[in-house]
């Protein structure tokens, strides 16, 4: 059998493995591999351990890369494969983020079998979301609905949803695309009214930053758009000390040339907000995204006392 010249470290669920397989396919692509040569390591996560509350209750986003970057770290895989919106804001020493594959639809996605616009939901209807971001922007739109908490991977929250558990769900567009389910899609949500959470739709690829072979071999399959906005985003978020405890979006997007970006952060209850907006060179991309978030904190003061 033939040993591998790479292993990529994931998650074992149907969309983590259908990312870290875009990426092996990109590598071969890139570098003649054959498919054999890089083997997929499926890892269980804390997180997908513990499904019976919500993230924000157990040590939010870090629980979904924590054995996977110790894997990384201890030389048991070369490379590991992330949603960049679960990575939190800080990496640990001696990781780095050195690719990103190009972005899908950034946008939230409402599943329902009854209405295909927020507004339309029935009054007083339950939905269900695990994200403490879709929950305070739902109930700053419509502070009537009741929303339930609903974790588990794509499969399961729409098996829930199939089986009337809720009125309504969201999940992103990006993931739905990328698991051909797009068909499950009723309505992408406008962002004026669910602005998508910082790098939703974007792959990224960590590495040991000291792993000179692995830099040049992601740098042919990195996208430089998704890479910018990104870096804005991110930096838009650690600048507020962002979590999943927190309600914090945010997206960039590069249009004629340059970078335009805008931030937000809701109180838990949705009845505030804050936002910045940002345009400048593609070149200042993270100072752009941390003078927003420096912007909204500023202006949320103790109302964003639950940051971090």
Request: hydrophobic content about 40%.
């Amino acid at each position: 059998m033939q040993t591998p010249r790479l292993k990529i470290g994931t998650r074992g669920s149907r969309l983590a493995l259908a990312q870290a397989e875009e990426t092996r396919q990109r590598l071969c692509a890139a570098h003649g591999f054959a498919l054999a040569e890089i083997e997929i390591v499926a890892i269980t996560t804390t997180g997908d351990r513990i499904r019976d509350r919500p993230l924000n209750e157990i040590g939010g986003k870090g629980l979904f890369t924590k054995e996977i970057e110790e894997a990384l770290l201890s030389g048991a895989v070369d490379l590991a494969v992330h949603s960049m919106k679960d990575m939190p804001a800080r990496l640990p020493a001696q990781l780095a983020i050195a690719g990103l594959l190009p972005r899908e639809d950034a946008r939230d996605a409402l599943i329902s079998p009854s209405c295909s616009r927020i507004r339309d939901l029935a009054q007083g209807c339950t939905v269900g979301s695990a994200s403490v971001r879709r929950t305070a922007q739902l109930k700053r739109l419509r502070p009537d609905i009741q929303v339930v908490n609903l974790r588990g991977n794509v499969e399961t929250r729409l098996a829930k949803l199939d089986r009337g558990e809720v009125a309504a769900t969201f999940l992103a567009c990006a993931g739905l695309n990328r698991l051909g389910l797009a068909h499950r899609i009723t309505a992408p949500v406008p962002e004026e009214e669910m602005l998508p959470a910082v790098a939703q739709g974007a792959i990224g690829i960590e590495i040991r930053d000291d792993d000179r072979r692995m830099h040049d071999l992601l740098a042919a399959i990195n996208d430089a758009p998704t890479e910018i906005a990104v870096a804005c985003e991110r930096a838009f978020l650690e600048s507020l000390d962002g979590s999943c405890r927190t309600p914090i979006a945010g997206h960039a997007i590069i249009r004629d040339g340059r970078l335009e970006f805008r931030g937000e952060a809701l109180t838990l209850d949705g009845k505030m907000s804050f936002t910045a907006e940002r345009s400048g060179a593609v070149g200042d991309a993270a100072r752009l995204g941390h003078d927003a978030g420096e912007e909204v904190k500023a202006k949320g003061g103790d109302n964003l006392r639950h940051l971090g």
